[in-house]
């Protein structure tokens, strides 16, 4: 199976960036679709954005739609989530999804991921 790790969270101020990165190891990612989902404590986890294999396709969630980028690397078997612009609201640990279907990021949900990361910790404050 393939293990994904992620890294790069942090506090950061409102309107602030950061990019937190999704590192994986055991295989390589191959032609999986990937994505990033967030939970708040309390919540349910939401999707936020996806990724084809080859990179050339995205989608993302509208409440970050033009301010995060999904990208990958497929030599480095790193995916990235550039996030710009951050709101408090946008607080919440982010994890790092992979669809070894490869599906269409226009279909990527939490119950077609097949393997999932521990994630990492973004905090925004005001």
């Known amino acids: 199976q393939v293990q994904l790790v992620e890294s790069g969270g942090g506090l950061v101020q409102a309107g602030g960036s950061l990019r937190p990165l999704c590192e994986a190891s055991?295989?390589?990612?191959?032609?999986?679709?990937m994505g990033w989902f967030r939970q708040v404590p309390g919540k349910q986890r939401e999707f936020v954005a996806a990724?084809?294999?080859?990179?050339?396709?995205?989608h993302y969630a509208d409440s970050v739609k033009s301010r995060f980028t999904i990208s990958r690397d497929n030599v480095k078997n790193t995916v990235y989530l550039q996030m710009n612009m951050l709101k408090p609201e946008d607080t919440a640990v982010y994890y790092c999804?992979?669809?070894?279907?490869?599906?269409?990021?226009?279909?990527?949900?939490?119950?077609?991921?097949?393997?999932w990361g521990k994630g990492t910790l973004v905090t925004v404050s005001s």
């Open positions: 990724i084809s294999w080859g990179g050339g396709n995205t």
């Open positions: 055991g295989r390589t990612l191959r032609r999986y679709t």
């Open positions: 999804a992979a669809d070894r279907v490869g599906r269409s990021v226009m279909y990527v949900t939490e119950y077609g991921i097949d393997y």
